[in-house]
């Protein structure tokens, strides 16, 4: 019987660990929590089907140049945050979350459409933005980030 609680304890570790579950909800969302670091926001919903292609990028991303300064949060608007959970189980995030069920950010960000980006400089300036996702466009988006975080570097290199 031991045997079996230990197999079955071992199989729910391995599971848990293989889906993803890195992502990290934010009780509060507040950009000034992230100084002198690129942020890049991230407006997606359950039934938004290009947010579903958009994940796996978003986590290499995150991989990739988040020893650089990024930061990448997704701002969930689904109303329910177990339906935003369940999408996540789906598509893992390996980036910081946050449920905004009252779009008090999809306002702030005047969101048209799903997903939403923005790119946001060190010193908290909205400097790329683009509606939806796609992958024809992966490589202008990466690039976008590539120089935000080479523009700041520089910047915070000149400080005394």
């Not at 990024?70 to 689904?78: A, Q, R, T």
């Not at 992958?135 to 570097?153: D, F, G, P, T």
């Amino acid at each position: 019987m031991k045997q079996l609680i230990r197999s079955l304890l071992t199989a729910a570790v391995v599971l848990y660990c293989s889906t993803g579950s890195a992502a990290q909800w934010l009780d509060k969302l507040d950009l000034k929590q992230y100084p002198n670091q690129v942020v890049y926001l991230d407006f997606w919903a359950s039934w938004c089907v290009p947010c579903r292609k958009s994940f796996p990028w978003l986590n290499e991303m995150q991989a990739k140049y988040q020893e650089q300064g990024l930061v990448i949060i997704g701002i969930n608007l689904d109303r329910d945050i177990k339906t935003a959970k369940r999408f996540v189980t789906a598509y893992p995030a390996d980036f910081l979350l946050y449920s905004d069920p009252k779009a008090v950010f999809a306002r702030e960000y005047k969101i048209a459409g799903m997903p939403s980006s923005f790119l946001i400089s060190r010193d908290g300036r909205v400097i790329e933005s683009h509606i939806g996702f796609k992958k024809s466009e992966q490589l202008l988006y990466e690039a976008n980030i590539k120089k935000s975080l080479r523009r700041n570097s520089k910047i915070e290199e000149t400080k005394p």
